[in-house]
């Protein structure tokens, strides 16, 4: 009679049993061999791993051997204790069955015992992601985006689902992706900005949206992709930056310390130590930045934007003067930020939230003035005319506001502390993969 799987425990739980329990267990043959005298199936599943034992008596003691890694197999056994240093529990195995076998010779060596490079990894991302490391690296992940949305809800913020098929992009037509879109000219969404703002024209206030972003830059680096996880977030009736900035910290803080509370598994599974900055974070000027910057070397000019080279440097400055390693570079000149930036001349209401070194969010207050907006599109080269479904929004009254972006993607990647971004996304996206 096959086994039943609803009876099914995961393999930690086995620990929490009774000596002499029978208990089910089911997941991947981790390993499985035989020793002579006896035999051991170890069983890895979401939780972790369980082993059986066998003694050459056992009826399918022989079978054990066959067992290729990695099948999915589901056994029976009696919960006692193991001989091990450990003390910790094994099984006696009464029955086991093979669900779906594995094919023999496994193309990666997922365990990291022998190294693999990324790209190798990649494509072969479902073997990966058995790794229970990476696996750490996406349950803290789905932590991340539960404490934001905890966050914003309490704090009165509505949940949207923006469309990703548009007519216009909110960061110019050089990173835009066209799409067929019938016989229209249609793109992917490079940005939640446009309709974030007006949903504040429709009177929502507070609005925020955890989504897909795409954006065609050639970038071959360790922090961009061309398909990310865009958290956006935008707010009404506020004074000035500072209103989104106070907001802002605090949801970092808590999502922070939220994750240090609930992934302790996770966070001793991949070895790392979470830096939580302290309260409020430092709001540094542009102009301040570039003199630091310049005192210690960096080529820098005013007026340029901030390179990952000087970011990092800067990161290492913040730290040493205000003691926190997450804060605010604001007051950048007018001319190397977005169209819908409010600025007041030369600077601008922009900021960029910084975390150890790197750019998490680029955000500020909105330019609402519909003229002035119009004025700041044509400085730029754009024509408001083909922003015609965005700018008829600020004509019927809409409220000072301001708000952000954060790459979900790049946040994960500074939390668990990754080398490169991809090993945060499922299945990555950059100019040369499209596959798995």
């Known amino acids: ?11 930690a739980e086995v620990q929490g049993t009774k000596e002499g329990d029978e208990v089910l267990v089911a997941g991947f043959a981790a390993d499985a061999k035989s020793l002579g005298k006896i035999a051991f199936i170890t069983v890895r599943d979401r939780s972790g791993t369980v082993q059986a034992v066998a003694t050459p008596e056992h009826a399918q003691f022989k079978d054990i051997g066959a067992i290729t890694k990695e099948t999915i197999i589901a056994l029976t056994g009696k919960v006692k204790q193991s001989k091990l240093k450990s003390g910790a529990k094994e099984l006696e195995l009464v029955k086991f069955e093979v669900i779906t076998p594995s094919q023999p010779n496994l193309p990666i060596d997922f365990s990291g015992k022998i190294p693999t490079v990324l790209d190798k990894r990649l494509d072969y991302r479902i073997l990966d992601l058995r790794n229970p490391k990476i696996l750490a690296i996406f349950k803290m992940r789905s932590r991340i985006n ?7 809800i309490t704090e009165g913020f509505i949940e949207m689902q923006t469309p990703k098929i548009i007519s216009a992009g909110a960061e110019g037509g050089a990173t835009l992706f066209p799409v067929v879109y019938y016989e229209k000219k249609a793109f992917l969404s490079q940005s939640q900005q446009l309709y974030k703002q007006m949903m504040l024209a429709a009177g929502f206030e507070k609005v925020f949206e955890i ?3 795409f954006r065609a830059e050639k970038s071959h680096t360790t922090r961009h992709m061309t398909e990310f996880t865009h958290f956006d977030f935008e707010m009404a009736y506020i004074d000035d930056e500072d209103d989104v900035l106070k907001v802002m910290e605090r949801m970092f803080v808590h999502v922070m310390k939220d994750v240090q ?9 991949l070895g790392i130590k979470l830096d939580i900055p302290p309260l ?8 301040e930045c570039i003199e630091m910057l310049r005192a210690n070397g960096s080529k820098i000019k005013s007026g340029e934007d901030i390179g990952s080279e000087d970011e990092k440097k800067l990161g290492e400055l913040v730290q040493k003067k205000h003691k926190n390693p997450a804060y605010f570079l604001t007051k950048w000149p007018t001319k190397v930020r977005a169209f819908y930036i409010m600025n007041d001349g030369e600077f601008c209401k922009g900021f960029d939230f910084m ?10 207050q909105r330019e609402h003035r519909v003229e002035i907006l119009k004025k700041q599109m044509q400085e730029r080269g754009m024509n408001p005319d083909n922003f015609e479904f965005y700018l008829d929004a600020f004509k019927y009254g809409i409220p000072p506001h301001g708000g952000f972006g954060i790459g979900v993607d790049r946040m994960v990647q500074m939390i668990c502390q990754l080398d490169n971004i991809r090993e945060a996304v499922l299945f990555p996206r950059d ?3 499209i596959q798995p």
């Open 1 to 11: 009679m096959p086994l039943s799987l609803a009876k099914r425990i995961p393999a």
């Open 146 to 152: 539960m404490a934001i949305r905890e966050f914003l």
């Open 211 to 213: 989504g897909p972003t």
């Open 261 to 269: 509370k609930n992934c302790k598994d996770e966070v001793k599974t």
């Open 280 to 287: 409020p974070f430092p709001r540094v000027p542009y102009a």
């Open 355 to 364: 975390y150890r070194g790197l750019e998490l969010s680029s955000g500020g």
């Open 431 to 433: 100019p040369e993969r």
